[in-house]
């Protein structure tokens, strides 16, 4: 992993390390600035990028991730159409919109907000979509291709964990990798990725057995369960790469990670930021996602020009 291993593989101990940052929200920017210049190539080419964003009911978390992706798109010159439900809406209901959606050539991309409210199904939703308009990563088909290695729309949040990770210098190959959370949507997108990466890779659940111990073999932890302060220092090997996907609100309003900031950063080489760290790069991968699949939708028609 370049200096940042070469300088904590020779730590001894005795003095508190102080980790490197691995800022997202900076990557972030970069980011989006090169989905907005292709995106105002494909505009000017006739293809104006398009996303379509469902949300079902008033989750006010959902409302404020919905506006967020809404701003994004305005700024990148994205077309954003947001469709709001009642909570009462019907499952047929909400599968004829997707339907709607998958048919009109100007969407390039839907996302349906996550959770969505009791008796709807999350995975009749998810198959339905397109897999070319699905920007998520979600759908079989697309998880599928990331399972053999193949080029595809790859999971936002894991996407963006392995640009920071890339960006940061900090080498795969070769090295322990411990994944703490089994979820589709990180915890077994991230582990495939880093596995393509040829990283040694152990995914770790509620299920598994003396758990610090395991997390203390990592040389790059991945933490994605929802459990504030689920990861303590003590738990983390002096100069690891810490990644702390966790977004948990406590009761004071403050928002933390899943791993213990304060005692983690005195032993890690390199720490995620909660926040400002893995969310700002999920919502960049989706407007990358949704440029990209614009693009992929329409070669026969750009061919042309």
């Not at 909570?87 to 047929?92: D, K, N, S």
């Not at 709607?100 to 979509?129: C, H, R, S």
């Amino acid at each position: 992993m370049g200096a940042l291993w070469a300088y904590f593989s020779n730590w001894q101990g005795g003095e508190d390390l102080s980790a490197k940052l691995l800022d997202g929200k900076a990557l972030a920017s970069r980011v989006k600035e090169t989905v907005r210049c292709d995106a105002e190539r494909l505009t000017a080419s006739g293809v104006v990028p398009g996303l379509a964003v469902v949300l079902v009911g008033d989750d006010p978390a959902s409302r404020i991730y919905v506006r967020n992706k809404e701003k994004n798109c305005q700024e990148l010159g994205i077309r954003s159409e947001v469709y709001r439900l009642p909570a009462t809406t019907t499952q047929a209901e909400l599968n004829a919109l997707i339907q709607k959606l998958n048919a009109d050539a100007k969407i390039n991309g839907i996302l349906v907000q996550l959770p969505l409210p009791a008796p709807l199904k999350e995975e009749e939703v998810t198959y339905l979509i397109k897999p070319e308009k699905d920007v998520d990563g979600f759908h079989p088909f697309n998880l599928g291709r990331l399972l053999r290695g193949e080029d595809g729309i790859c999971p936002c949040t894991p996407a963006g964990i392995m640009a920071l990770i890339k960006e940061s210098g900090i080498e795969v190959c070769g090295r322990e990798c411990v994944v703490v959370g089994r979820s589709n949507i990180v915890g077994k997108p991230v582990a495939q990725l880093l596995l393509q990466e040829h990283g040694t890779v152990t995914i770790c659940h509620s299920r598994t057995r003396d758990l610090p111990t395991m997390i203390r073999r990592a040389d790059l932890l991945v933490v994605a369960v929802g459990k504030a302060g689920l990861v303590e220092g003590t738990m983390v090997k002096p100069g690891a790469v810490v990644i702390d996907v966790g977004m948990n609100r406590l009761p004071s309003g403050k928002v933390v990670g899943d791993v213990d900031f304060s005692s983690v950063s005195k032993v890690a080489g390199a720490i995620t930021p909660v926040p400002g760290g893995v969310g700002p790069m999920t919502i960049a991968m989706l407007m990358k996602n949704t440029v990209r699949a614009a693009l992929l939708q329409n070669q026969d028609k750009l061919g042309k020009n």
